[in-house]
């Protein structure tokens, strides 16, 4: 499944922004849809998770309580919704999606998902 990920862009400290994640014109048929970001120098970060099955959402530490997750009934768009930004969000943010049902365990590691969107870049600035 081809995956679009859009909704990047400048915003201050504390600001907000929401990210999109598309399956590119169809519905997304795969358990789990994932966010991760990355910085320059740094390997891939996980960020978030969505699991279709059971509706559950899953986060790093360093974003709980800041960033949720939501989808459109038609199965077609995930959402990424980041409050209280801070400039250490700063990164390139991508979607990434997986057939396989994941253990809670193996929801933040990189090598699982098999569809990677394009990255979106986040700046946190003032």
């Known amino acids: 499944v081809q995956l679009q990920a859009s909704g990047g862009g400048l915003v201050q400290p504390g600001g907000s922004l929401r990210l999109s994640c598309a399956a590119a014109g169809r519905t997304f048929n795969t358990d789990t849809v994932a966010w991760f970001r990355q910085t320059p120098g740094k390997e891939r970060e996980f960020v978030a998770a969505?699991?279709?099955?059971?509706?559950?959402?899953h986060f790093a530490d360093s974003v709980k309580g800041r960033f949720t997750i939501s989808r459109d009934s038609a199965r077609t768009t995930v959402y990424l919704q980041m409050n209280s930004l801070k400039p250490e969000d700063t990164a390139v943010y991508y979607c990434?999606?997986?057939?396989?049902?994941?253990?809670?365990?193996?929801?933040?590691?990189?090598?699982?998902?098999?569809?990677w969107g394009q990255g979106t870049l986040v700046t946190v600035s003032s």
């Open positions: 969505y699991r279709w099955s059971g509706n559950s959402q």
């Open positions: 990434a999606d997986t057939t396989k049902r994941l253990i809670v365990s193996s929801l933040s590691s990189s090598r699982y998902y098999d569809y």
